[in-house]
């Protein structure tokens, strides 16, 4: 099974500014990686595919990058409700694995 | 417009089987596999398994064991079993669905998700 961990675990950013999450792959993932956003209370909502693709409807303020074992998730200016919590998940091979989550809060 | 509906017992005790449902409104039912997911604050999201329209699965190795889902192609819908449960079960299921072909496991769509509680 691949480990995925995530850094760090809390981000403390003031709204408007920009935000940077890392994800680390235990081993290769190639580029099968995906990033969510969970507000509370609701089912976690896809961001990032392949790696650097954003989702339908997601909008360009995301970005992804890297590939193997290093990803990042940029945020270049925070919203309210991008305040959430923040997951990368590999699809590489089976079981998939989640990391276990950066939550991203107001400075 | 995709929507993926939820059901199935909440409260449960240990050692019982929990039993959750799955509907799928609007798209293609046969273009994709269909998944389980859970999050608990123990253990965070953790993927259970999927199934496409053939009955093909992949089920997480930890909880193989215990573990079934199963397909209704007439009702486009997917269940998970889950027998012997414990207080570890504890968690929110949602299902999802999976993508195919270049994006093979890419989850775009999501449930609303079932709280399951384990208490005696």
């Known amino acids: 099974e691949i480990v995925m961990t995530q850094s760090p675990a809390t981000l403390s950013v003031s709204p408007g500014e920009r935000a940077t999450l890392s994800c680390r792959a235990s081993?290769?993932?190639?580029?099968?990686l995906a990033w969510f956003r969970q507000n509370p209370g609701q089912a976690p909502r896809l961001l990032i595919y392949?790696?650097?693709t954003r989702a339908t409807g997601i909008p360009a303020r995301f970005s992804g990058n890297g590939s193997g074992t290093e990803f990042t998730l940029t945020i270049s200016s925070l919203q309210s409700e991008d305040f959430a919590v923040y997951y990368c998940q590999h699809y590489n091979n089976w079981p998939r694995t989640f990391g276990q989550g950066t939550k991203l809060e107001i400075k | 417009q995709v929507q993926l509906q939820q059901w199935g017992a909440g409260l449960l005790k240990p050692s019982e089987t929990l039993s959750l449902t799955c509907a799928v409104y609007?798209?293609?039912?046969?273009?994709?596999?269909w998944t389980w997911i859970r999050q608990s604050p123990g253990k965070g999201l953790e993927w259970i398994g999927e199934i496409n329209h053939d009955g093909n699965t992949y089920y997480n190795p930890s909880l193989e064991s215990r573990l079934t889902i199963s397909v209704d192609t007439s009702k486009n819908q997917i269940s998970l079993m889950l027998r012997s449960v414990t207080a570890a079960d504890t968690a929110v299921y949602y299902c999802?669905?999976?993508?195919?072909?270049?994006?093979?496991?890419?989850?775009?769509?999501w449930g609303q998700g079932n709280l399951v509680i384990v208490s005696s």
């Open positions: 081993q290769s993932v190639n580029s099968k």
């Open positions: 609007g798209g293609s039912f046969s273009d994709y596999y």
């Open positions: 392949g790696a650097s």
């Open positions: 999802a669905r999976g993508e195919t072909g270049m994006v093979r496991g890419v989850m775009l769509y």
